[in-house]
């Protein structure tokens, strides 16, 4: 187990993620948990609270708690993000949505596994590529290594070349090992 510094600035706290690379298909109090330490108060808040709003300030808290826990090893769900903030799960999600039509994205581990109805982190890879951002761009962009980048370009030209050549999309699911849901945002593009 980490151990942290009982001499750390205000503001921080110790709290237990999952670890990022636990699968989806294993239930959440079987996953592995890290410890990982969130800054939740920064000085800046209060003048990001005077200038733009509380909205603003959670909105900001959101994506910074989820960046950190990344940093660390782990991912934060959205019940995560409602107990840390204290608010709503329909809050937290409308959050999200605002940040991600933003063209900011928030690595929860729903957003990073590909779960749940939001667009997938490997679609908005794809779509910075047709925007004509490098492959290294996107990787710093995203904070995501090199390979996951080229993986995901990979998958969707061969999505694309199988689904030219007019082979079933349940078929496109067993040749690329790909979800449908993540074919279809593909084929959207």
Do not use: W
Request: charged residues 30%.
């Amino acid at each position: 187990m980490k151990s942290f510094n009982s001499n750390l600035d205000e503001g921080y706290l110790y709290y237990e993620a999952i670890a990022k690379n636990e699968p989806i298909k294993k239930p959440l109090p079987q996953c592995k948990k890290i410890p990982v330490l969130l800054r939740l108060y920064q000085k800046e808040d209060i003048k990001i609270l005077k200038l733009k709003g509380l909205a603003s300030l959670r909105r900001q808290r959101l994506l910074h708690l989820s960046k950190e826990a990344l940093r660390q090893g782990a991912l934060l769900t959205q019940e995560d993000l409602v107990l840390l903030l204290c608010t709503s799960p329909s809050t937290v999600k409308r959050d999200i949505i605002n940040l991600t039509k933003e063209g900011v994205i928030v690595p929860t581990r729903g957003y990073m596994k590909d779960i749940g109805r939001g667009i997938s982190f490997r679609s908005q890879i794809i779509k910075f590529y047709i925007q004509g951002y490098s492959i290294s761009e996107i990787g710093i962009k995203m904070e995501q290594p090199l390979d996951i980048i080229e993986k995901s370009l990979r998958d969707y030209k061969q999505t694309v070349d199988l689904n030219n050549k007019k082979i079933p999309l349940k078929n496109i699911h067993l040749i690329a090992g790909l979800s449908i849901k993540l074919i279809k945002e593909y084929l959207k593009m």
